[in-house]
């Protein structure tokens, strides 16, 4: 798979690159520059995730951050991974090394309670157990920014936005033709090559951006148990958008997007003994992810911009493939196909917003959006081999919204929003939300949000059963409600060279869906479930060229009626937190350092004494720098755990230890 995206990448590069010949002159090389919280986390100021249209960050009155291709490519930060610690609220988790099963905490709600989204669409896997989004590798090629909006959404996004959405956007291609070729390699056998190109006039644009890259990896299993077999990991992904303006009112946008992987992993850690022991190497088991996505749409604005309506219509594909030969000592229980499955989660997306800007101070947003979610799945029955294709959906749920959004002067900005569901098996539910916030002339800033949510049982939960884990669904679950509220501050010092906040948060889900105490089936946990804690950001600009950035969270989750019940704050660490500091030097160099802290947690340890062990504590430290050699170019390194840290992010998991990269890109 490497050598033919390998291919296809070095010939689009090559054939352009000679295509744009001398005719467009290479721009003059632009020195790096060093990030900050409030601008290199969002040079561009511009969000698009909190309200579902452009407004400058400093007039959105949610709990928002935003992650740059610029802060991103400037850290060397390769895939989504590595950027999720700078993120206020956010707690990620990975099975293994890379290619492991990556899923996110967004204030200590898993990523089946957050809406995912790439250029607006979702991609939330409905064949997953709890609908959630598997982060595992996700490139950033392409991409111009990574949104996080933390808070109840509900009432612009539906289901799966308990907790708050993230949206991915693509980069839009602007200026004469641009592109760039990079290779690096580093520890353990890995090689990465991307690819990026783009351009743009008043009537078309487009940007594309990929990459191909292999690594021998880790023993997805701890070593301290003995294991030494690494399991690799190989990926190609493809991201393009193509844009069209053939009236000044009128464009039209295509969003595509592949990933492609394949994976090798361990026994689960929690599997019953085998002769080599209860967590063992597994060098048969192959994992094989796809995702595809597609997304035509379409905007019109009529009455000089006072009226804009936009249009699409979108779908997402995400297979996953594994299969695994058993133990020779094990033949006379197992066959061939007793760990072999196949799951594919789909969805279909029409969406449709109209924006009326009713007055300078005044916009009202009015959209509705039908979803369609499916999911097919063969699970492997140990002893009998592979079972029967089973397929469950299309559930299809529609929604409709409205938004009132204020704006005095850019001092006090006010959004009040109600949205009707209709689940094709649930019924029809009502969500609301409302958040506002209020500048001092003192660079002060207060704000306050509140709202409800609805998350329905997934059709995992409902429908399939796991005959290997004796785990069976339950079709008699109910939906999950929510209220949340949070309140906070900004304050700028210095003319905004010094600045911080902090925001209180909690959110209430009573019915919350967990498994029952023996693992059998799902049930809906009695009472409330509460999460609430801290979340704080800090920004100092030292100089012109260097900056200091960092964010804490702390966080807490109780099951009001079993306060001792450690099930609901698995993987969730009471305490986390990131710093980063950056420095351009000699107008062509730049220095990133990089510290993520992440405390004590619980997580599951069935091959203990007790089914819950206490997780310690641990900080990881990495270090960026690069250098712009001339305007075509740049060399660079990293290093990754530069303290060569062991610890165990998930019970009985392996984790990487110091890491080396270097490589070169060029650009025209």
Do not use: C
């Not at 819950?612 to 290093?639: C, D, F, M």
């Amino acid at each position: 798979m490497g050598n033919k995206f390998f291919a296809v990448f070095l010939g689009l590069f090559l054939g352009l690159r000679a295509y744009a010949g001398d005719a467009v002159p290479a721009p003059e090389a632009a020195a790096p520059e060093a990030p900050e919280y409030g601008e290199s986390l969002a040079p561009q100021q511009i969000i698009v995730t909190a309200t579902r249209i452009a407004v400058p960050l400093e007039n959105v009155p949610s709990s928002v951050s935003a992650v740059t291709a610029d802060t991103a490519e400037a850290r060397q930060y390769r895939t989504v991974n590595d950027l999720l610690p700078v993120i206020p609220g956010l707690n990620f988790y990975q099975s293994g090394g890379p290619g492991g099963v990556t899923g996110v905490f967004l204030r200590g709600m898993s990523s089946g309670y957050t809406k995912i989204m790439l250029d607006g669409m979702p991609l939330n896997d409905p064949s997953t157990p709890d609908n959630s989004f598997d982060f595992a590798g996700f490139p950033l090629d392409n991409l111009g920014q990574f949104e996080v909006l933390r808070g109840a959404q509900g009432s612009l996004y539906g289901a799966s936005a308990v907790s708050g959405a993230i949206n991915l956007t693509s980069k839009r291609g602007e200026g004469p033709l641009t592109g760039f070729f990079s290779t690096e390699a580093g520890s353990r056998g890995t090689v990465l090559s991307r690819l990026g190109l783009s351009a743009g006039s008043d009537r078309v644009d487009f940007s594309l951006g990929g990459g191909i890259g292999h690594t021998d990896g880790i023993s997805a299993i701890d070593k301290i148990y003995g294991n030494r077999e690494r399991d690799s990991f190989e990926q190609g992904n493809l991201n393009f958008r193509l844009g069209l303006n053939p009236l000044e009112n009128l464009r039209f946008d295509l969003f595509s997007h592949v990933q492609v992987s394949d994976y090798e992993f361990d026994l689960d850690p929690y599997a019953p003994s085998t002769p080599a022991g209860p967590a063992t190497d597994d060098p048969r088991l192959k994992i094989k992810k796809e995702r595809y996505l597609i997304r035509p749409q379409a905007t019109l604005s009529l009455f000089e911009g006072r009226w804009e309506q936009t249009a699409g219509f979108g779908y997402v594909d995400t297979k996953r493939k594994g299969r695994d030969e058993p133990f020779p000592a094990e033949s006379t229980f197992h066959n061939p196909d007793d760990n072999r499955y196949f799951y594919q989660g789909t969805t279909w997306q029409f969406d449709y917003k109209s924006l009326f800007r009713l007055a300078e101070w005044n916009s009202l947003l009015a959209g509705v959006d039908v979803t369609e979610t499916s999911m097919k799945t063969r699970s492997p029955y140990y002893g009998l081999g592979l079972g029967q294709m089973e397929k469950f959906g299309g559930v299809t749920n529609t929604g409709v919204y409205l938004e009132d959004q204020i704006n005095f002067n850019d001092i006090f900005v006010a959004n009040v929003g109600l949205r009707r569901d209709h689940h094709e098996t649930f019924g029809d539910y009502t969500t609301w939300r409302g958040a506002a916030s209020y500048a001092f002339p003192t660079a002060t800033k207060l704000k306050a949000s509140a709202g409800t949510g609805f998350r329905a049982p997934s059709l995992d939960q409902l429908y399939h059963d796991y005959p290997q884990y004796y785990l069976t669904a339950n079709p008699s679950l109910e939906p999950e409600k929510s209220f949340a509220w949070d309140a906070g501050f900004e304050q700028g010092l210095w003319e905004d060279r010094f600045r911080f906040g902090a925001t209180y948060f909690e959110n209430n889900i009573r019915n919350m869906i967990g498994t029952t105490g023996d693992w059998s089936t799902y049930e809906n946990k009695a009472g409330k479930t509460d999460h609430w804690g801290i979340e704080a950001f800090f920004s100092l600009a030292l100089t012109d060229s260097l900056s200091l950035s960092g964010q804490y969270t702390w966080l807490r989750v109780r099951n009001r009626k079993a306060p001792d019940d450690k099930s609901v704050q698995l993987r969730r660490p009471l305490n986390s937190a990131a710093v980063n500091l950056d420095w351009n030097f000699r107008e062509k160099g730049l220095l990133s350092l990089g510290v993520q802290y992440v405390g004590r947690r619980w997580d599951n340890d069935y091959n203990s004494p007790s089914p819950l062990t206490r997780l310690p504590s641990y900080a990881l430290a990495r270090i960026a720098a690069s250098w712009e050699v001339n305007q075509h170019l740049k060399i660079y390194g990293r290093v990754e755990n530069l303290f060569n840290k062991k610890y165990q992010a998930i019970s009985n998991y392996g984790t990487e230890g110091i890491s080396f990269y270097a490589g070169a890109a060029l650009s025209f």
